[in-house]
T-cell receptor, first 114, second 116 residues
Framework: DAGVIQSPRHEVTEMGQEVTLRCKPISGHDYLFWYRQTMMRGLELLIYFNNNVPIDDSGMPEDRFSAKMPNASFSTLKIQPSEPRDSAVYFC????????????FGPGTRLTVL | AQKVTQAQTEISVVEKEDVTLDCVYETRDTTYYLFWYKQPPSGELVFLIRRNSFDEQNEISGRYSWNFQKSTSSFNFTITASQVVDSAVYFCALSEDAGNNRKLIWGLGTSLAVNP
Protein backbone atom coordinates (compact mmCIF):
# COMPACT_ATOMS: atom_id res chain seq x y z
CA ASP A 1 0.00 0.00 0.00
CA ALA A 2 1.24 3.48 -0.78
CA GLY A 3 2.22 5.69 2.09
CA VAL A 4 0.89 9.16 2.82
CA ILE A 5 1.10 11.26 -0.32
CA GLN A 6 1.61 15.01 -0.24
CA SER A 7 1.73 17.51 -3.02
CA PRO A 8 3.44 19.62 -4.02
CA ARG A 9 6.81 18.65 -2.53
CA HIS A 10 8.13 22.16 -2.92
CA GLU A 11 6.27 25.42 -3.24
CA VAL A 12 7.72 28.86 -3.70
CA THR A 13 5.30 31.74 -3.71
CA GLU A 14 5.15 35.43 -3.10
CA MET A 15 3.70 37.11 -0.07
CA GLY A 16 -0.02 37.61 -0.38
CA GLN A 17 -0.63 34.65 -2.65
CA GLU A 18 -2.91 31.74 -1.79
CA VAL A 19 -1.22 28.42 -1.13
CA THR A 20 -2.94 25.03 -1.10
CA LEU A 21 -1.24 21.94 0.21
CA ARG A 22 -2.71 18.50 -0.48
CA CYS A 23 -2.64 15.20 1.32
CA LYS A 24 -3.83 11.69 0.60
CA PRO A 25 -3.76 9.53 3.75
CA ILE A 26 -3.15 5.81 3.84
CA SER A 27 -6.26 3.93 2.84
CA GLY A 28 -8.24 2.78 5.86
CA HIS A 29 -6.73 5.26 8.27
CA ASP A 30 -9.32 7.27 10.15
CA TYR A 31 -7.12 10.01 11.63
CA LEU A 32 -5.38 12.72 9.65
CA PHE A 33 -2.96 15.28 11.04
CA TRP A 34 -1.39 18.45 9.68
CA TYR A 35 1.92 19.58 11.18
CA ARG A 36 4.31 22.45 10.60
CA GLN A 37 8.03 22.14 11.27
CA THR A 38 10.46 25.02 11.64
CA MET A 39 13.88 25.33 13.22
CA MET A 40 12.62 27.87 15.72
CA ARG A 41 9.41 26.19 16.86
CA GLY A 42 10.04 22.55 16.10
CA LEU A 43 7.12 20.31 15.19
CA GLU A 44 3.69 21.85 15.75
CA LEU A 45 0.34 20.16 15.36
CA LEU A 46 -1.96 22.45 13.40
CA ILE A 47 -5.14 20.40 13.20
CA TYR A 48 -6.33 16.84 13.14
CA PHE A 49 -9.38 15.04 11.82
CA ASN A 50 -11.17 11.86 12.81
CA ASN A 51 -13.40 10.31 10.16
CA ASN A 52 -13.18 13.56 8.19
CA VAL A 53 -14.36 15.69 11.12
CA PRO A 54 -11.97 18.27 12.63
CA ILE A 55 -11.31 17.36 16.25
CA ASP A 56 -8.73 19.87 17.39
CA ASP A 57 -7.75 22.97 15.44
CA SER A 58 -6.23 24.85 18.36
CA GLY A 59 -2.86 24.82 16.66
CA MET A 60 -3.99 26.69 13.57
CA PRO A 61 -2.04 29.96 13.77
CA GLU A 62 -4.71 32.36 12.63
CA ASP A 63 -7.61 32.85 10.29
CA ARG A 64 -5.33 32.83 7.30
CA PHE A 65 -5.04 29.07 7.74
CA SER A 66 -7.86 26.67 6.94
CA ALA A 67 -8.06 22.91 6.50
CA LYS A 68 -10.66 20.66 4.99
CA MET A 69 -11.21 16.97 4.61
CA PRO A 70 -14.06 16.45 2.16
CA ASN A 71 -13.65 12.67 2.13
CA ALA A 72 -11.58 9.90 3.67
CA SER A 73 -8.91 10.02 1.00
CA PHE A 74 -8.17 13.72 0.64
CA SER A 75 -7.36 16.76 2.74
CA THR A 76 -6.17 20.28 2.02
CA LEU A 77 -4.42 22.95 4.05
CA LYS A 78 -4.86 26.43 2.66
CA ILE A 79 -3.03 29.62 3.54
CA GLN A 80 -4.57 32.84 2.29
CA PRO A 81 -2.88 35.27 2.17
CA SER A 82 0.55 33.77 2.70
CA GLU A 83 3.30 35.59 4.61
CA PRO A 84 7.08 35.02 4.82
CA ARG A 85 6.72 33.70 8.37
CA ASP A 86 4.65 30.82 7.01
CA SER A 87 7.78 29.40 5.40
CA ALA A 88 8.21 25.92 6.84
CA VAL A 89 7.90 22.24 6.07
CA TYR A 90 4.30 21.08 6.32
CA PHE A 91 3.69 17.43 7.07
CA CYS A 92 0.58 15.39 6.76
CA UNK A 93 0.24 12.18 8.77
CA UNK A 94 -2.42 9.53 9.19
CA UNK A 95 -3.13 6.80 11.67
CA UNK A 96 -5.55 4.01 12.41
CA UNK A 97 -7.91 4.04 15.37
CA UNK A 98 -6.69 0.65 16.62
CA UNK A 99 -2.97 1.50 16.64
CA UNK A 100 -3.09 4.48 18.93
CA UNK A 101 -1.10 7.37 17.52
CA UNK A 102 1.21 5.25 15.42
CA UNK A 103 1.30 8.02 12.86
CA UNK A 104 2.56 7.58 9.32
CA PHE A 105 4.03 10.75 7.88
CA GLY A 106 4.16 11.98 4.35
CA PRO A 107 7.35 13.38 2.80
CA GLY A 108 6.31 16.94 3.58
CA THR A 109 5.85 20.10 1.53
CA ARG A 110 8.61 22.66 1.80
CA LEU A 111 6.95 26.06 1.54
CA THR A 112 8.90 29.22 0.89
CA VAL A 113 7.07 32.52 0.92
CA LEU A 114 9.11 35.38 -0.50
CA ALA B 1 0.54 21.01 31.67
CA GLN B 2 2.10 18.49 29.36
CA LYS B 3 5.68 18.93 28.34
CA VAL B 4 8.46 16.88 26.76
CA THR B 5 12.09 17.85 27.23
CA GLN B 6 14.96 16.51 25.17
CA ALA B 7 17.90 18.25 26.74
CA GLN B 8 20.43 17.01 24.21
CA THR B 9 20.19 19.14 21.10
CA GLU B 10 22.98 17.42 19.19
CA ILE B 11 25.06 14.31 19.77
CA SER B 12 27.99 13.13 17.73
CA VAL B 13 29.46 9.65 18.09
CA VAL B 14 31.76 7.37 16.21
CA GLU B 15 30.35 4.27 14.59
CA LYS B 16 29.96 1.28 16.95
CA GLU B 17 29.64 3.45 20.02
CA ASP B 18 26.57 3.12 22.20
CA VAL B 19 24.49 6.26 22.58
CA THR B 20 21.57 7.19 24.83
CA LEU B 21 19.03 9.86 23.97
CA ASP B 22 17.28 11.36 26.95
CA CYS B 23 13.61 12.22 27.24
CA VAL B 24 11.90 13.71 30.28
CA TYR B 25 8.17 14.33 30.33
CA GLU B 26 5.62 16.13 32.46
CA THR B 27 1.98 15.24 32.78
CA ARG B 28 -0.69 15.24 35.47
CA ASP B 29 -2.56 12.32 33.98
CA THR B 30 -2.13 8.79 35.23
CA THR B 31 -2.89 7.34 31.82
CA TYR B 32 -0.66 8.49 29.02
CA TYR B 33 1.45 7.25 26.14
CA LEU B 34 5.05 7.91 25.21
CA PHE B 35 6.54 7.67 21.76
CA TRP B 36 9.79 7.88 19.87
CA TYR B 37 9.96 8.90 16.23
CA LYS B 38 12.93 9.10 13.89
CA GLN B 39 13.42 11.74 11.20
CA PRO B 40 16.18 10.72 8.80
CA PRO B 41 17.74 13.20 6.37
CA SER B 42 15.06 12.32 3.83
CA GLY B 43 12.58 14.18 6.06
CA GLU B 44 9.72 11.77 6.76
CA LEU B 45 9.15 10.98 10.40
CA VAL B 46 9.06 7.29 11.21
CA PHE B 47 7.34 5.74 14.21
CA LEU B 48 9.68 3.68 16.42
CA ILE B 49 7.82 2.79 19.59
CA ARG B 50 4.77 3.49 21.77
CA ARG B 51 4.63 2.82 25.49
CA ASN B 52 1.66 3.23 27.82
CA SER B 53 2.01 4.47 31.36
CA PHE B 54 1.09 1.13 32.88
CA ASP B 55 3.85 -0.80 31.18
CA GLU B 56 7.28 -0.03 32.61
CA GLN B 57 9.01 -3.01 31.11
CA ASN B 58 12.03 -2.15 29.05
CA GLU B 59 11.75 -2.80 25.36
CA ILE B 60 14.45 -4.12 23.06
CA SER B 61 14.29 -4.25 19.30
CA GLY B 62 17.55 -5.25 17.68
CA ARG B 63 20.10 -2.56 18.46
CA TYR B 64 17.41 -0.27 19.89
CA SER B 65 16.26 -0.30 23.49
CA TRP B 66 14.02 1.89 25.58
CA ASN B 67 14.06 2.48 29.32
CA PHE B 68 10.83 3.81 30.84
CA GLN B 69 11.02 4.99 34.45
CA LYS B 70 7.94 6.61 35.94
CA SER B 71 9.83 7.52 39.11
CA THR B 72 11.99 9.94 37.14
CA SER B 73 9.45 10.68 34.37
CA SER B 74 11.92 9.54 31.78
CA PHE B 75 11.73 7.47 28.62
CA ASN B 76 15.28 7.13 27.33
CA PHE B 77 16.35 5.56 24.06
CA THR B 78 19.62 3.70 23.60
CA ILE B 79 21.22 2.66 20.35
CA THR B 80 23.81 -0.07 20.76
CA ALA B 81 26.71 -0.31 18.33
CA SER B 82 25.58 2.73 16.40
CA GLN B 83 25.79 2.82 12.62
CA VAL B 84 25.99 5.66 10.13
CA VAL B 85 22.42 4.88 9.05
CA ASP B 86 21.27 5.81 12.56
CA SER B 87 22.12 9.44 11.83
CA ALA B 88 18.84 11.30 12.16
CA VAL B 89 16.81 13.58 14.40
CA TYR B 90 14.98 11.63 17.09
CA PHE B 91 11.81 12.94 18.69
CA CYS B 92 10.18 11.93 21.93
CA ALA B 93 6.45 12.63 22.27
CA LEU B 94 3.64 12.32 24.79
CA SER B 95 -0.13 12.00 24.57
CA GLU B 96 -2.79 11.69 27.20
CA ASP B 97 -5.42 9.04 26.83
CA ALA B 98 -8.54 11.15 26.95
CA GLY B 99 -11.30 9.73 24.80
CA ASN B 100 -10.76 10.76 21.25
CA ASN B 101 -7.57 12.67 22.02
CA ARG B 102 -4.81 12.02 19.55
CA LYS B 103 -2.74 15.13 20.14
CA LEU B 104 0.97 14.48 20.50
CA ILE B 105 3.16 16.83 22.51
CA TRP B 106 6.59 16.75 20.91
CA GLY B 107 10.05 17.38 22.23
CA LEU B 108 12.37 19.54 20.16
CA GLY B 109 14.36 16.55 19.02
CA THR B 110 17.94 15.33 19.35
CA SER B 111 20.08 15.37 16.26
CA LEU B 112 22.34 12.33 16.20
CA ALA B 113 25.36 12.18 13.94
CA VAL B 114 27.13 8.85 13.67
CA ASN B 115 30.50 9.27 12.04
CA PRO B 116 32.41 6.49 10.30
Amino acid sequence: DAGVIQSPRHEVTEMGQEVTLRCKPISGHDYLFWYRQTMMRGLELLIYFNNNVPIDDSGMPEDRFSAKMPNASFSTLKIQPSEPRDSAVYFCASSFQETYNEQFFGPGTRLTVL
Amino acid sequence: AQKVTQAQTEISVVEKEDVTLDCVYETRDTTYYLFWYKQPPSGELVFLIRRNSFDEQNEISGRYSWNFQKSTSSFNFTITASQVVDSAVYFCALSEDAGNNRKLIWGLGTSLAVNP
